[in-house]
């Protein structure tokens, strides 16, 4: 195996963890009593993660990653909560 297959094969394999880990979310998300509550929290956790991450020597592609998580997660429990407001 060459070097950039070992990378390659590394990307692959965390690309792989996040978009479990994105479809296990969901779930977690789909079933939260209080969607309103859990986007109000994504919010808070976002901001710490971001306040955390920018003072350190880590890379804007970094930043960019949890943006994209977090952008994606609360947008999963917005439309959460607007399924269950549709169901009241």
Do not use: C, Y
Request: aromatic share 4%; net charge negative; no cysteine.
């Amino acid at each position: 195996m060459k070097p950039d297959d070992a990378t390659d094969d590394r990307f692959e394999f965390v690309a792989g963890q996040v978009h479990g880990l994105i479809a296990g979310f969901l779930a977690l998300i789909e079933t939260h009593p209080t969607p309103d509550l859990l986007l109000q929290q994504l919010h808070k956790v976002h901001r710490a993660a971001e306040g955390r991450a920018i003072p350190t020597t880590i890379s804007d592609d970094f930043l960019m990653g949890i943006d994209d998580v977090m952008l994606r997660l609360q947008d999963m429990a917005t439309r959460s909560a607007q399924k269950k407001q549709n169901l009241l």
